[in-house]
């Protein structure tokens, strides 16, 4: 019996990443998705890559090319992984970011970018409801200041994440504006809109993503 093959088209996904390219100024493409892709954007464009756990470090060969998302670390895990040349992270919780703000006061040689994950109302199908993950506004208005003087934190920014196919939901500049200080903008280094771009399916009205699109150029 022959096993299933899956065909993996190159031309598309340099299609895709021009299409996301277009809309910012640095594209991450989430390497748990496909890590396939990963290997073809890699060896061909200049894409970062979103990592959630350690064991998808395999998957890449310049380390230096990761957004690593933390999740339940500790002071060993990041000695480790600023070791393997990693310096970009994201936190979504208090506990994490003690951790980091601990492991740089003590290694102040160690020059890293950290973003903190806001958390937006998010009303899907699945959820109807607050999405669960990341910072209140006030605590990211609050801590930004507070983080700007720590020496080992070379750039800033504010993470969060969008994904649903429900236009309602992109109206980035309003809630963004609503959210987030004058001062905090002043002091950030980069706005990371996660959670990538919505996917075609055999029900998928197409003019959903050209209202994306315009959205998320008028919020750049």
Do not use: C
């Amino acid at each position: 019996m022959n096993e299933p093959k899956f065909i993996l088209s190159r031309k598309k996904v340099f299609e895709q990443y021009e299409k996301a390219k277009k809309l910012s100024d640095l594209v991450s493409y989430s390497s748990k998705t496909n890590p396939e892709i990963t290997k073809v954007l890699e060896a061909s464009t200049d894409s970062l890559f979103s990592i959630h756990s350690i064991h998808e470090l395999k998957n890449i060969t310049n380390k230096k090319r990761i957004i690593y998302l933390a999740q339940g670390w500790n002071e060993k895990e990041i000695t480790f992984l600023v070791k393997e040349k990693i310096f970009r992270f994201v936190v979504d919780n208090v506990v994490d970011l003690k951790v980091l703000k601990e492991f740089i006061l003590k290694n102040p040689s160690f020059k890293l970018d950290l973003f903190l994950r806001l958390k937006l109302k998010e009303n899907t199908l699945k959820t109807e409801r607050y999405f669960v993950f990341g910072f209140s506004s006030d605590f990211i208005n609050k801590e930004i200041p507070e983080l700007k003087k720590i020496p080992g934190i070379s750039h800033l920014g504010i993470h969060f994440h969008r994904k649903t196919q429900n236009l309602s939901e992109w109206n980035l500049k309003e809630e963004i504006e609503d959210t987030i200080e004058k001062e905090t903008f002043d002091k950030i280094d980069f706005l990371i809109m996660g959670g990538g771009l919505p996917s075609i399916y055999t029900n998928t009205n197409m003019k959903v993503f050209e209202g994306i699109f315009s959205k998320i150029k008028t919020f750049k």
